[in-house]
């Protein structure tokens, strides 16, 4: 990804409000990990597995920290019943942004990424999860933008998935 | 040493801290005998102290105490070393350790009934403070340290395999509404909105 994508994207999370990002580092979206920790007004938090950074970004969205999740699309399925318990049943927000690994338009797919990334989304909208997906630059901070809104809306976890020029 | 019995003499002691509670018997008892808005009870195995982690970072200034059962934590042991990495002063963590898995109503063992030893996995993970206490005075002593004191605690409490939660009546309030209890205490304690956005 371009260093101008990656500082977008955090400078968009920022301008949304997010304060608060934990993580399970991937390869595609990587460039914004030391941008999150350059920045004192994010707190970062890296973890072993992503229902904990799904468990401890609802905690801390609980506790008044607008918060987000960073990782890789298996993430999803890993973290999907912290989602289903946390994030529908007891209805929490939260943003999820998710390197959409194997989709069509991600340059680095393979064998090895397409299944996964075949059955992303229809995982998110079997949770009724809401999604967007970002192929480019365009529009990208007046989406992360209402995609936060989103989420303090409905009290729920929205997904922002990217790929195409992202996964670069 | 009964699970009831420690929380009797723990609720007593709550005034503003935040108590993040797991699933099965010991949501029926804490809600029974606490009906304090800084409970979230969170009914889900497997997710209280990934809660409370998230909680005691983002509010150091608030003491965050943990309710876990060895069931849920060992389906969340990756907790441990973001736990021990970590270190948030703030945070007791309590595992009421029965060695089954209760809810079941067969009483299957846990791995804790056979060689694992939650306090050492958690010292191993970092977690300097885990220790494990088998009495009531003995969990009294760390129960009282881990409320006075700032610093990361991790209590491991063997209990007795009891069912005296199915006896008590199930809470009504649900998962939203109970949400919602817990935030709007927060933001009145805190003074700041926590959930965003208006009508």
New interface residues.
């Given amino acids: 990804m371009e260093a101008e994508l990656a500082a977008r994207i955090v400078g968009g999370l920022k301008e949304a409000?997010i304060s608060?990002v934990?993580y399970l580092p991937e390869t595609r979206l990587s460039e914004i990990v030391p941008l999150f920790r350059e920045d004192p007004s994010f707190?970062v938090?890296?973890?072993?597995?992503e229902?904990?950074a799904?468990?401890?970004?609802?905690?801390?969205?609980?506790?008044?920290?607008?918060?987000a999740v960073y990782m890789e699309g298996s993430g999803v399925y890993v973290g999907s019943?912290?989602l289903l318990?946390?994030g529908k049943?007891?209805?929490?927000?939260m943003l999820l942004i998710v390197a959409y690994y194997g989709s069509v338009l991600d340059t680095r797919n393979s064998f090895l990424y397409a299944m996964p990334g075949i059955h992303l989304i229809p995982i998110l909208k079997s949770l009724d999860i809401q999604h967007e997906v970002f192929e480019n630059g365009a529009s990208l901070e007046t989406k992360i933008k209402g995609a936060v809104?989103m989420m303090?809306?409905i009290?729920q976890p929205v997904a922002l998935l990217f790929t195409g020029e992202f996964t670069i | 040493m009964n699970r009831y019995d420690c929380f009797e003499f723990l609720v007593p002691s709550m005034t503003d801290q935040l108590v993040?509670g797991s699933l099965s018997g010991q949501r029926v008892e804490w809600g029974h005998l606490s009906g304090h808005p800084g409970n979230?009870l969170?009914?889900?195995m497997?997710?209280a102290?990934?809660?409370?982690?998230?909680?005691?970072?983002?509010?150091p200034h608030r003491k965050v105490i943990v309710l876990e059962s060895d069931g849920s934590l060992l389906l969340?042991l990756?907790?441990l070393?973001?736990l021990g990495n970590?270190n948030p002063s703030n945070l007791a963590v309590f595992v009421f350790d029965n060695e089954v898995y209760s809810g079941t109503r067969i009483s299957e063992p846990s791995a804790t009934a056979g060689k694992t030893d939650l306090a050492s996995v958690a010292r191993s993970c970092g977690v300097e403070r885990a220790i494990t206490v088998r009495d009531l005075e003995s969990f009294k002593q760390e129960a009282t340290k881990a409320l006075q004191e700032n610093v990361l605690r991790f209590v491991v409490c063997k209990v007795d395999k009891t069912t005296g939660h199915r006896q008590i009546q199930r809470p009504t309030e649900d998962?939203?509404e109970h949400?919602y209890r817990?935030?709007r205490y927060?933001?009145k304690t805190?003074g700041?909105q926590?959930?965003?956005?208006r009508g």
């Fill in positions: 409000g608060f934990s707190m938090v890296p973890v072993a597995n229902s904990e799904i468990s401890i970004s609802a905690g801390a969205s609980l506790g008044g920290r607008p918060a019943y912290n318990v946390l049943r007891l209805g929490v927000p809104k303090h809306a009290k | 993040v979230l969170v009914a889900s497997g997710a102290l990934g809660i409370g982690i998230g909680l005691a970072l983002v509010l969340s990756y907790n070393p973001t970590l998962l939203w949400k817990f935030v927060l933001e805190e700041k926590i959930f965003m956005g």
